[in-house]
């Protein structure tokens, strides 16, 4: 019989956090915005780092400000090897601590022997069980006591991208979201990362445009949007592995807002 199982919500802290006024930095550049945070939050504040082209720009821009960046990864344990040599060969190039993060071991055992290796396959709800158990849970984990976490979200990256600011209140986490590359186009990321010599990961030669865990990335077609090879049995609306969306940003795109094409690199 199959055993049921219970998907947590996303929020790590039960109490709620009056949202403080923030500054508005629209205008700013994203080493500016980087710094602002920094010199506010210190160590309190946290990358989030897949190791896209959009986290190891910020990577490359953080070493630039701070020695002691702190820099966390979530291994799901279905990451493709190239993105293990992209963790390795980011950790060497700036000499930083990387923390990478788990899910933990019985609640992942018990998912696949109830549902199987690959279950995402089955059911949004499937999909969305598994990556709450491997990036959510563990993601809640590492911002657990931080102040704000900075990511590489592009405004053009997705239907569920386009309302987001370069800062901004996370009402999930109760903290300060920071977006620095939140204006950026694709172009200007591949020609800071060529330019600066930045690691990448090399399956963005091999025609992925976006990569998260290895069964549920592929490369995607010519003019394809940036994300089609993510979740591509899914409609564009539900793909979000609940890291990123707010409820009022779903509920946009569920309403039919089409995204903006991106440039590819
Ligand atoms: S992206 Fe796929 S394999 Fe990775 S956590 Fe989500 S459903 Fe699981």
Redesign the pocket.
Known sequence: MEQAIQVQPAQTQTQAVQMPTLPDMESKTAEEVLKWAVDTYGKKVALSCSFSPEDVVIVDLLAKITKKPVVFTLD?G?LNPETYDVMDAVRQKYNIKIKVMFPKTPKVEKMVRAKGLNL?YDSIEN?KM??Q???IEPLNRALKGMSGWMTGLRRQQSITRTDMKKVEWDSVRNMVKINPLMDWTSQQVWDYIKKNNVPYNKLFDLGYASI??????RAIKPGEDERAGR?WWENPETKE?GLHADPATLAKAAAGQQPTQAAHA
Do not use: H, L, V
Request: aromatic share 12%.
């Open positions: 799901t279905r995402f999909r598994c990556c158990i491997r990036k998260g865990c290895a069964p549920c990335t979740w592995c």
